[in-house]
């Protein structure tokens, strides 16, 4: 599946919310200081850990909106992978504005790379079941269409973006309306008939009452991998499967082989380590 880009119309206010809180309300003062006006640099951005690349464009932008005459030129797109010493950019312009831009922009290209690299572990570790990863709503208040992009470069796909996508029936849910059943039946009448609903669901007997009343998909919670497989055959293919809860890098493939359609995971969003890349005043 090719990577769709994210219109300049999502990335921009997050871009510039993130250069406002660097300028401050005096701007940048030691370039303003120490870089004459008309100096133009040329910069490399250059990987220094093994990974996947995302979030050129954010960082392009980031450049962009302190100096609009700064060019990019890639050497690599977005979801491609890199080794330490690969060079992903050429940044080119003012200096004053490739500094003033600089740190703005490694923090978005960092943090999304390192999520599209966890991502891309994940559906590494899976290859060969017919399980995909998806990202959870577990996201940084305001990134959530730049993290849930970067889980796509990584080769993962996306869970609902908002409360308002699909209904997912979860424990607290559940509990308040009495029943796996009596939520799901309040769902239904409660809802158009082009939302999809899904059921959370802890045991066997739940994922029973859940299948009589008939869902889209159930969201199979803590449950073992001997759990999950049982679960699996119970549904035969009548909902989609998606197992959650705990999975790790060392636990993803077993969980994967239990035939679960999908495997949803929080940290590769919420935890994801950033991926290291640097920027060199070049020659």
Known sequence: MSLAPLPRLIIEPMVRTALVEDLGLAGDITSAAVI???HRSSLVMVARQPGVVAGLDAAELAFQL?????????HMEDGSPVRPGDIIAEITGPSRGLLTGERTA???LGHLSGIATVTASLVEAVRGTKASIACTRKTTPGLRALEKYAVRAGGGMNHRFALNDAVLI??????IAGGVAEAIRRARAGVGHMVKIEVEVDTLEQLGEAMREGVDAVLLDNMTPAQLREAVAI????????ASGSVTLATVAAVAASGVDLISVGWCTHSAPTLDIGLDVQG
Do not use: Q, S
Not at 170 to 175: E, L, P, W
Not at 235 to 242: H, K, L, P, S, Y
């Open 170 to 175: 979860k424990d607290n849910h559940v509990a």
């Open 106 to 108: 490694l923090n978005f």
């Open 66 to 74: 302190v100096e609009p005459t700064i060019t990019m030129a890639r």
């Open 36 to 38: 004459p006006a008309d």
């Open 235 to 242: 549904v035969d293919g009548r909902a989609i499967t998606e």
